[in-house]
């Protein structure tokens, strides 16, 4: 029987996500009014191939105000957004930026930063509902932290692992394709590599 984050399995090796990265889902706005919910300027809002979304990140990255900026890239699909960050992971971590996108209706974020500690953050509604370490997935936070331990179960992400007293876990080091399987019991599509080959829409957003 196939596991469930096999096909997720890709992220894993692809170094643009598996680095530094966060990929959001936003239910029902549009790619274009999901990055204004971010703070992009309208005629900031660009077409880009997902080649030229790395470039202009680097490009953001190594301005000035790189700190304080990040490049953004949206694509739909099947109802929702989804919005990717390179090198970068705001839309998780900026507690204002979620809130703003998150009004009146659902986001999922999975954000993978430089030392490796992955987060599965969903909002909705402008609150926090759930959020955990992927590494320490019994540590939950929010307003409903147990909304989603069934799905986890399902997935192979344990929400009762504590990695300090679960070394011999076997799913240990699985959890980030993992985070990608639940995303999809939530939204009801996955991620897919060929999905990276559509015409986004990029944009720069203030990432505090």
């Known amino acids: 029987m196939t596991d ?8 894993s090796e692809f170094g643009p996500f598996y680095d530094v990265s966060c990929v959001s889902f936003v239910r029902s706005p549009s790619p274009a009014e999901a990055l204004t919910r971010l703070g992009a300027e309208i005629g900031g809002i660009k077409e880009a191939t997902f080649e030229e979304l790395q470039e202009r990140t ?19 699909t099947d109802g929702w957004t989804v919005l990717i960050q390179l090198w970068a992971g705001s839309i998780a971590v900026a507690r204002p930026l979620l809130r703003r996108l998150s009004q009146a209706t659902e986001v999922v974020s999975i954000n993978r930063n430089i030392h490796a500690a992955d987060f599965f953050i969903y909002a909705a509604d402008g609150e926090l509902i759930t959020w955990f370490d992927l590494l320490g997935p019994y540590a939950r936070t929010g307003s409903d932290p147990d909304r989603f331990v069934d799905m986890m179960r399902e997935v192979g992400l344990n929400p009762d692992l504590d ?4 070394l011999e876990d076997p799913d240990l080091g699985t959890e980030f394709p993992r985070s990608f399987a639940l995303a999809r019991k939530i939204t009801g599509f996955p991620f897919s590599k060929d999905m990276l080959d559509m ?4 944009a720069v957003i203030n990432s505090e």
């Open 163 to 166: 990695p300090n007293l679960d």
């Open 199 to 202: 015409r986004l829409l990029g």
């Open 58 to 76: 680097m490009k953001c990255i190594d301005s000035d105000d790189g700190m304080r900026t990040s490049y953004v890239g949206a694509l739909e």
């Open 4 to 11: 469930l984050h096999e096909e997720f399995s890709w992220l």
